[in-house]
């Protein structure tokens, strides 16, 4: 595709559900990042997948959240038992350099 | 912690005039500073990139300058138009892929 797309774009779910974010890169980036953004906030940095090499998790928040990338392509986010503080808009981005493409965001609100 | 401080948090200004966002950071070691321009319910988009050896970038009506001496960067919009109206987000990396990212000055122009 042109850029990086992610789904759903909004998210509505009550508080103790999983929710599980898509985000399909650009076609042939290797990296991939995974961020929160919160209200007023800076981007929070939560994986990093590169190639085959194992996930940088040092920034997902809790075992709460966890992420694959399949076949070195499409990542899910997924959040077990969520919690209001989840609200957020969550962003990926690839890249095959230093430039970082974002998706969209996918805007979840845990009620 | 690494941190980047962005002033101001938010400023209007009139079509055709200029501005200048301004940077601090104390992320170390430095690799290189990134501002992004971000559209309400988008994703950020890349302006420039600067590594350590370089002063000054343009991009377009957008010029930053860093100063790693004193840990500074601006962003300066010159002639700006509606279009300019976004989030400027501070990003600065101190490898290849881990960002710290400044929570964003928020640019109104009006007519």
């Known amino acids: 595709g042109a850029g990086v797309s992610q789904s759903p774009s909004n998210k509505v779910t009550e508080k103790g559900k999983d929710v599980e974010l898509r985000c399909d890169p650009i076609?042939?980036?290797?990296?991939l990042y995974w961020y929160r953004q919160s209200l007023g906030q800076g981007l929070e940095f939560l994986i990093y997948?590169?190639?085959?090499?194992?996930?940088?998790k040092s920034g997902l928040p809790s075992d709460r959240f966890s992420a694959e990338r399949t076949g070195g392509s499409v990542s899910t986010l997924t959040i077990q038992r969520t919690q209001q503080e989840d609200s957020a808009v969550y962003l990926c981005?690839?890249?095959?350099?230093?430039?970082?493409?974002f998706g969209p965001g996918t805007r979840l609100l845990v009620l | 912690k690494n941190q980047v401080e962005q002033s101001p948090q938010s400023l209007i200004i009139l079509e055709g005039k200029n501005c200048t966002l301004q940077?601090?950071?104390?992320?170390?070691?430095?690799?290189?500073l990134r501002w992004y321009k971000q559209d309400t319910g988008r994703g950020p988009v890349s302006l420039t990139i600067?590594?350590?050896?370089?002063n000054t970038k343009s991009n377009g009506r957008y010029t930053a300058t860093l100063d790693a001496d004193t840990k500074q960067s601006s962003l300066h919009i010159t002639a700006s138009q509606l279009s300019d109206s976004a989030s400027y987000i501070c990003?600065?990396?101190?490898?290849?892929?881990?960002?710290?990212f400044g929570a964003g000055t928020t640019v109104t122009v009006r007519a």
């Open positions: 981005a690839s890249s095959l350099g230093l430039t970082q493409y």
């Open positions: 076609s042939g980036h290797t990296a």
């Open positions: 997948f590169q190639g085959n090499s194992a996930p940088d």
């Open positions: 940077c601090n950071y104390t992320v170390s070691p430095f690799s290189n």
């Open positions: 990003v600065v990396s101190n490898n290849d892929y881990k960002l710290s």
């Open positions: 600067m590594t350590f050896s370089e």
